[in-house]
Each structure stands twice: as C-alpha cells, then as structure tokens.
C-alpha cells in the first residue's frame, strides 16, 4: 500500500551519478533520504563484457571521498586506469604541453572509470543504507517554500522534505519547474564517444588536440587510457563534421581517429558502437531557490574538454556537506543564510571552471594565424616546470 505522504529531511531527484552519491553522503551524514528517479536502476550482468561508452576521469580528491563513501572498493580495479601524465597539442606544428603527475609528487592525475559500474557500486552503498528509494514513476509537480518541499509523483504519491536537490540533469525537470532561469551558449559542436583497441600502449598518458577543419571550425579530440591496450575517445567535432564521422563504417571511423591524432598508438580498432550528444555550457542562475539546491549538471553542464563535469557535481555535493556539518545546532538544513553561502561557493568554483573551457574554445576556435603564434607560443611557456606545476595543481585540485 502506498503511504499517501512521506515525510524525510532531504529528498534527491534524479539517480545518476551525482545523485546517487548525493544519497549515500548525505545518508551518512545522517539525514533521512530519498532517492527519486523515472527510470529504474539496473544493475550491469556478466553479459554487458563491451566497454562503457560514457567513460569518467576522477580526480584523485574525489577518488578519495568516493573511497570514504565505500563505493570505490566494489569497483573492479582491472577496469580502472590511471592517468599518469597528460599531452596537449593545439597545432600539427607545435610541441605538446606535457603535464606530469611526479612534477607535483602526485600518484595520479586522475582515474577513468566506466559510469555503469561506479553506478553499480554506488547503488550497492544505497541498498546497504537507509535511503529509500522511489524508482519508476515520473514528477508531476514541486513547491518550494523556505520551510520545506513538496515533490508529487505520477502514483499520487506526495514528499515533503526540508531540503530538496535537484541532481537531474541539464535538462533539470526541478529547475524548469521552478521558473530557474539557465544561461545557455551553443557550441554548435557534437560530442563522439567510442572505445577502441590499439596497436601500441598508451602508456596511461591521456592525450589531447585542438583541431580545426577544411574550413577552419574548431574541435577537440581526447583519448583516454584505459586498461591495457585500450582508450576511450570523445571528439567534440563542429556538428555538421561529426554527423560525417558517424557515417563511416567502423573501419573508417577507427583510421579518421588514428589520423586526426597523428598515429601515435598505431594502428585502432573500435570496440562496440560510438554514441553521440551536442554540446552546450549551461549554467543556472543560481543554484538556490527557497529550500531547493542545483547539483550537477541540474545546475552546469561546461564543454568536455577539461574533463571535469562529474567532478564539480561531486565537489557540490562535498562543499554542501562541509557547510551542513559546521552550521549551528540550531539552524535548519535550509536555511536561507546558509544556502545562500553555498551559492556563493559554488559560484566561484564554477567561474574558474567556465573561464578555462570558454577561454580555451575561443582561443582555439580562431583560425588567424597571429592567435595560432600566441597560443603556440603560450604552450611553449607552459612547459616551462613552473608554470606546469601551477597547471597540474590545477588539474587535481576538484
């Protein structure tokens, strides 16, 4: 029989990643939590052996927290890489920028992980918790006041909570219902995703290449490692190049690939089907309202270039955590003050992030020769050991 309200102190929309997470920290913690989601979750069989097409580089801060939320030791470690070092390229002529993990006497760069089974392990902490989950049925309504929340679902069921997070993607259902405005740039790029199988090592070193076309339209080409001989690859391409790409058969996919990055690893195979999605930067225009908190990409979905979308959506969920922990035995979960403090966190988090990937598409978008010498000679002095320290610190520091 399904209880006409439920009652609970923080209720989480949306199981992805971010959310999924969201519940077992903030359950932890020791809040009452529900987890609500349209779809069902399903946990990976034996039978999906094939490499996952959406492929996540961890910083090793949130390695570490997914560690303390017990959730990276389910994950099977043969199906994890390091990332050791990192080369850049922005010019078929220019050097690489090399960032290395031992120029900051780090472990790592970062981990790629398939989002299925960090899915998968999370979901495992969840089922060991006491968070309750309310899977299949689709949102009809929300209220927000600054006492609490009020989410209704398809099966008339009713959730009143204090707080509310939002973690339901860049399409956020919450945030359009709340009349939360978002400001969007088009980038008239669509991301490729695909696997394949190399020739060579990689030698867990992640690569990277600004391109441009015939006509001179950017794009961004990453490979990432992945255990043994293989890497998973996201090639932010001008929309109408990518459709082309997606055309080729597999064979010709995989040497446009193995061209477009120089042959470094020999000769690829692709592994599985690539997908596809178009690329936007949005961001919310604040990532509060009444007793409701944006996380994720609910509230910033930035260009895939740096490879931090996850991290910061974990970092939201950490610095949320961080300021319930220290507020005053008498002040709210929602309080207007505190979430207000937060807003300002994350803000400042996301500028930084913004101006990196929005900064770095123009600066490679444009095909005038005087800003290819700029940029040619900026890589140059990047690799100066300083300078790349400074970079490398930067690149871990989510």
């Not at 979750?41 to 961890?58: F, H, K, N, T």
């Not at 190399?198 to 867990?204: D, F, G, L, M, P």
Request: hydrophobic share 45%.
């Amino acid at each position: 029989m399904i209880e006409p309200r439920l009652k609970t102190d923080v209720t989480i929309v949306g199981a992805g990643l971010v959310g999924m997470a969201a519940a077992v920290a903030m359950s932890q913690a020791g809040y009452d939590v529900i987890l609500v989601d349209s779809q069902t979750l399903r946990v990976p069989s034996d039978a999906d052996g094939d490499w996952d097409q959406r492929i996540y580089a961890i910083s090793p801060k949130n390695m570490q927290w997914l560690t303390q939320l017990g959730a990276w030791s389910l994950l099977d470690t043969q199906r994890i890489a390091e990332m050791q070092s990192m080369q850049i390229w922005c010019d078929a002529t220019a050097q690489p920028l090399e960032l290395h993990a031992e120029d900051v006497s780090a472990d790592c760069l970062g981990f790629i992980v398939e989002e299925r089974l960090l899915k998968a392990a999370l979901l495992k902490c969840i089922q060991a918790s006491n968070v309750r989950m309310i899977m299949g049925h689709h949102c009809l309504s929300v209220q927000s006041s600054a006492q609490h929340t009020l989410l209704q679902l398809a099966n008339q069921q009713e959730i009143e909570s204090a707080l509310m997070l939002a973690a339901d993607g860049a399409n956020s259902w919450v945030r359009q219902q709340l009349g939360m405005g978002v400001q969007r740039k088009d980038y008239e790029q669509t991301a490729i995703v695909a696997n394949f199988i190399t020739e060579r090592s990689h030698a867990n070193i992640a690569r990277q290449w600004f391109t441009q076309d015939a006509i001179g339209r950017s794009g961004v080409l990453a490979w990432l490692p992945l255990p043994e001989n293989k890497i998973s690859i996201v090639w932010s391409a001008p929309t109408e190049h990518a459709k082309a790409l997606l055309e080729l058969s597999p064979t010709e996919f995989a040497h446009a690939v193995m061209q477009a990055g120089g042959d470094v690893l020999g000769s690829m195979r692709l592994i599985g089907q690539p997908a596809s999605f178009p690329l936007a930067l949005k961001q919310a225009s604040s990532s509060v309202i009444s007793s409701v908190v944006l996380i994720g990409d609910a509230a910033h979905s930035v260009h895939p270039m740096a490879g931090q979308g996850v991290n910061l959506g974990f970092r939201d969920v950490i610095d949320l955590l961080n300021l319930l922990s220290a507020r005053h035995v008498y002040q709210p979960i929602n309080d207007t003050a505190l979430l207000k403090q937060y807003a300002r966190i994350r803000k400042a988090d996301l500028l930084i992030m913004v101006a990196l990937t929005n900064g770095l598409y123009h600066l490679f978008e444009s095909p005038y020769a005087m800003v290819k010498n700029v940029r040619n000679w900026g890589l140059a002095t990047a690799n100066q050991q300083t300078v790349k320290k400074l970079l490398i610190a930067n690149a871990i520091a989510l």
